[in-house]
């Protein structure tokens, strides 16, 4: 196996598990919960930024949770709400 795919694959499979997992307690379809490639690389440049800037990479998943909080409650694009967090003007 290449070792450049392993890493990727492994984690494609352990978030698929998860995704799985939480439609199941949702009661939804697990394709409901897909991430789309443009989705996965404005949140993994969220935690870049927010682990960086901030000075803890704690504050990383903390800030993606706030941003998905927001995207469940009022929709809009995922990447308008990344701007937004990262003082990114409009």
């Known amino acids: 196996m290449d070792n450049e795919t392993y890493p990727a694959r492994a984690m494609d499979e352990w978030l698929s598990d998860a995704r ?11 394709a ?5 490639q443009e989705d ?3 949140l993994l440049e969220l935690a870049r930024i927010a682990a960086h800037e ?11 949770y706030l941003i998905g909080l927001v995207h469940a409650r009022r ?11 990262v003082g990114k003007p409009t």
């Open 20 to 30: 799985d997992r939480l439609a199941a307690a949702a009661g939804q379809e697990p």
């Open 75 to 85: 929709g809009g694009e995922l990447a308008d709400l990344v701007d937004a967090a």
């Open 40 to 42: 996965v690389d404005e």
């Open 54 to 64: 901030s000075g803890e990479r704690i504050n990383a998943p903390l800030l993606c």
């Open 32 to 36: 409901g919960l897909e991430l789309s």
